[in-house]
T-cell receptor, first 115, second 113 residues
Framework: DAGVTQSPTHLIKTRGQQVTLRCSPKSGHDTVSWYQQALGQGPQFIFQYYEEEERQRGNFPDRFSGHQFPNYSSELNVNALLLGDSALYLC??????????????FGPGTRLTVL | DQQVKQNSPSLSVQEGRISILNCDYTNSMFDYFLWYKKYPAEGPTFLISISSIKDKNEDGRFTVFLNKSAKHLSLHIVPSQPGDSAVYFCAAMKKTSGSRLTFGEGTQLTVNP
């Protein structure tokens, strides 16, 4: 049973560029959430996708956007990269949405470095 | 506004002793709390959780205590093992919020042989 997978593992970009990160949820899961973990901090919620729609959003600018595909996989896009976007980006999957305490499973993350 | 705080960035204990990791929260709407463990180069792994209607939940060597009036929870690991060395994150959520987690900053636990 494959867990949550993310690609790429590492990425280096320059300021102003755009980046796309990818996530495949754990088998049987239909909800994908994205988190940003800056160095020395805990993960911060970016947004969540369910049924191919953004259902919730954290305190992140519109430069951060996403998409969920019919097979439940998801992409995170960041435009006009800033140095402060350097972080570990984590994808988490779970089943269901409302009133859900179903355990979220996290992928290994994508390490993004902006130079 | 840091709604979940872990005030100890690091903790060092001897193998076989008890590890106690602490977490405080400010948002009284949170009604479900979780602990995750993270090893380097891996994503956080779920460890144990507790609903706000309980004050204790136990799973093997791991016990989580919740004090709602103090808005405080703690994770006890007994006995501690070197393999428990990792970063531990406390997280909180509101069950109707669709599993959106708010994390603390994490505590690096080191268990010395």
């Amino acid at each position: 049973d494959a867990g949550v997978t993310q690609s790429p593992t590492h990425l280096i970009k320059t300021r102003g560029q755009q980046v796309t990160l990818r996530c495949s949820p754990k088998s049987g899961h239909d909800t994908v959430s994205w988190y940003q973990q800056a160095l020395g901090q805990g993960p911060q919620f970016i947004f969540q996708y369910y049924e191919e729609e953004e259902r919730q959003r954290g305190n992140f600018p519109d430069r951060f956007s996403g998409h969920q595909f019919p097979n439940y996989s998801s992409e995170l896009n960041v435009n006009a990269l800033l140095l402060g976007d350097s972080a570990l980006y984590l994808c988490a999957s779970s089943f269901g949405l409302a009133d859900s305490t179903d355990t979220q499973y996290f992928g290994p993350g994508t390490r993004l470095t902006v130079l | 506004d840091q709604q979940v705080k872990q005030n100890s960035p690091s903790l060092s204990v001897q193998e076989g002793r008890i590890s106690i990791l602490n977490c405080d929260y400010t948002n009284s709407m949170f009604d479900y709390f979780l602990w995750y463990k993270k090893y380097p180069a891996e994503g956080p792994t779920f460890l144990i959780s507790i609903s706000s209607i309980k004050d204790k939940n136990e799973d093997g060597r791991f016990t989580v205590f919740l004090n709602k009036s103090a808005k405080h929870l703690s994770l006890h690991i007994v006995p501690s093992q070197p393999g428990d060395s990792a970063v531990y994150f406390c997280a909180a959520m509101k069950k109707t919020s669709g599993s959106r987690l708010t994390f603390g900053e994490g505590t690096q636990l080191t268990v010395n042989p």
